[in-house]
């Protein structure tokens, strides 16, 4: 159980175009999900906390324009990186709240590999 | 602010020796603490948590940790590596109110056959 997908695993893009990742909780419904971004070989920075039916909440530093966050069911979130830079290419991990054993834990995607050329 | 160190990027052993991965955190009340493991470009999978009671905890794949509040530790052990365990360690802390995940560097474990 608690299965987080990601949509696309991998995709490359041109610079100025936007892209599109999906995240979806396959087996539980999860109202609160987040958005993470890794550049190589460093650790997962929080981009934003996606609540269904409400706005997302984006961290300190994280453009909001830039990176829509949608959250339109309890299964689904996406977020679109619009005008794509360079700057942007970075592997996306997703992650869904379900209510555990010990309290809410955190089910991770297994990530989108994003490279804008 | 909340925050979670983990002193070695790197580490290397042997297959079958013992393992030990350090995380140190900063969090003014009681943490809850987890360790994950992130394989090759691929999501991040629980290892184990310490939410309250007893400071060792078991997890998956034979490793275990244990929570020190002296030393503001959750060190991450197992008695004997396989191969199979060459991956990317993260420690975290949950923060924010209790929903936010705060991670430390990672430690990047490699297995010498």
């Known amino acids: 159980g608690a299965v987080v997908s990601q949509h696309p695993s991998w995709v490359i893009c041109k610079s100025g175009t936007s892209v599109k990742i999906e995240c979806r909780s396959l087996?539980?419904?999860?109202?609160?999900m987040f958005w993470y971004r890794q550049f190589p070989k460093q650790s997962l920075m929080l981009m934003a906390t996606?609540?269904?039916?409400?706005?997302?909440?984006?961290e300190q530093g994280v453009e909001k324009d830039k990176f829509l966050i949608n959250h339109a069911s309890l299964t689904l979130s996406t977020l679109t990186v619009t005008s794509a830079h360079p700057e942007d290419s970075s592997f996306y991990i997703c992650?869904?709240?379900?209510?555990?054993?010990?309290?809410?834990?955190?089910?991770f995607g297994p990530g989108t590999r994003l490279t804008v050329t | 602010a909340q925050s979670v160190t983990q002193p070695d990027i790197h580490i290397t052993v042997s297959e079958g020796a013992s393992l030990e991965l350090r995380c140190n955190y900063s969090?003014?009340?009681?943490?809850?603490l987890f360790w994950y493991v992130q394989s090759p470009g691929q999501g991040l999978q629980l290892l184990l948590k310490?939410?309250?009671?007893?400071?060792l905890v078991q997890g998956i794949k034979g490793f275990e940790a244990e929570f020190k509040r002296s030393q503001s530790s959750f060190n991450l052990r197992k008695p004997s590596v396989h191969w199979s365990d060459a991956a990317e360690y993260f420690c975290?802390?949950?923060?924010?109110?209790?929903?936010?995940?705060?991670f430390g560097t990672g430690t990047q474990l490699k297995v010498e056959l």
């Open positions: 310490y939410f309250s009671g007893d400071t």
């Open positions: 992650s869904a709240t379900a209510l555990g054993q010990g309290g809410y834990e955190q089910y």
């Open positions: 996606s609540n269904e039916g409400s706005k997302a909440t984006y």
């Open positions: 969090y003014g009340a009681t943490p809850y």
């Open positions: 975290a802390v949950l923060t924010g109110g209790g929903n936010k995940l705060t």
């Open positions: 087996d539980f419904q999860a109202t609160t």
